[in-house]
């Protein structure tokens, strides 16, 4: 089955990790002509339309598909490496529950349960004709000498695409570039002075709460190592507790409005460098949510 992203994002990156992605705003409100990042409900609204086209597609193909469910709002904030929302901290933790959700999801949606009942031969067949062909692939070097990234050609996922985007390699190749370029500024951001006083502020702040740790990153990893065996409803209470003095500290001490300005700041600068590239991303973004408002109902 097609490894969609079913839970909160990663944090491959610190411009959705800190800040989250896309503003809210109200694009009724702007021409159809402006050239913009989306808004997160428009990321949502384009990913929902890409999987009624994978349906619809599958469908073409002979094959049953039910569309896998989007990440919601609050599950995309799991992965940061900060946050200040103390709410959110107080409700998801650090999003145990998006990740469980997501767990199941991959054990028992339909269309698991329908690939796991194929034979072989079935089974091969369904996935080219979902994913294309594995043997002849697109590929893209990222920023920054990270190494390259390739994808199969074909497939339903990227006839998805073209629709919604005009072309799946020519969006593959740029959303690669243009989502990955924090090589060329992470180890900058974490070494501005402006960024590890601030850290210092709030690993003293922890400390002074009876959790010291020196460093968000750390703190996470260590929460994912003592909740790993833990009972879920035992490991929910412990990940809140601690998520909100995490929050709590954050806020105090700025920590994550101070990195969401500077990560702005250094990403802004490091796409400067592909500047065509960017205007491309945001063209073909506004693109797909133009073609997103004819697939949905």
């Not at 159809?32 to 409900?41: E, I, P, Y």
């Not at 490091?270 to 063209?283: G, Q």
Request: include cysteine; aromatic fraction near 8%.
């Amino acid at each position: 089955m097609r490894k969609k992203a079913l839970v909160a994002a990663a944090m491959t990156a610190l411009v959705c990790s800190v800040a989250g992605c896309g503003a809210e705003t109200n694009r009724r409100t702007l021409p159809d002509a402006a050239v913009r990042d989306l808004t997160l409900r428009e990321e949502i609204e384009v990913e929902r339309a890409e999987e009624r086209l994978v349906k619809e597609c599958m469908e073409e193909k002979g094959f049953p598909y039910w569309e896998l469910p989007v990440p919601g709002a609050d599950e995309r904030r799991t992965g940061r490496y900060v946050t200040d929302d103390v709410e959110w901290a107080r409700k998801y933790g650090y999003g145990r529950v998006f990740e469980e959700r997501g767990e199941k999801i991959r054990r028992t949606h339909p269309t698991s349960a329908y690939q796991n009942r194929l034979g072989p031969k079935q089974r091969a067949a369904f996935t080219e004709a979902l994913d294309g062909d594995y043997h002849d692939r697109m590929s893209v070097e990222l920023p920054g000498g990270a190494g390259s990234v390739n994808a199969p050609r074909g497939g339903c996922v990227n006839e998805a695409r073209s629709k919604l985007y005009g072309d799946s390699e020519t969006w593959f190749v740029i959303r690669k570039t243009v989502e990955g370029v924090l090589p060329l500024y992470g180890q900058d951001l974490t070494e501005d002075v402006r960024f590890t006083k601030t850290v210092a502020k709030w690993a003293q702040c922890m400390k002074e709460a009876g959790r010291p740790f020196d460093d968000p990153g750390r703190l996470r990893r260590s929460r994912a190592a003592v909740t790993e065996n833990m009972p879920s409803v035992q490991a929910h209470e412990f990940d809140r507790e601690l998520a909100v003095l995490d929050a709590t500290c954050a806020k105090e001490t700025s920590l994550a409005e101070i990195t969401r300005t500077l990560e702005g700041s250094y990403r802004e600068k490091a796409l400067k460098r592909y500047e065509k590239e960017r205007d491309n991303y945001r063209k073909m973004r506004m693109h797909a949510l133009r073609k997103a408002e004819d697939v949905l109902p």
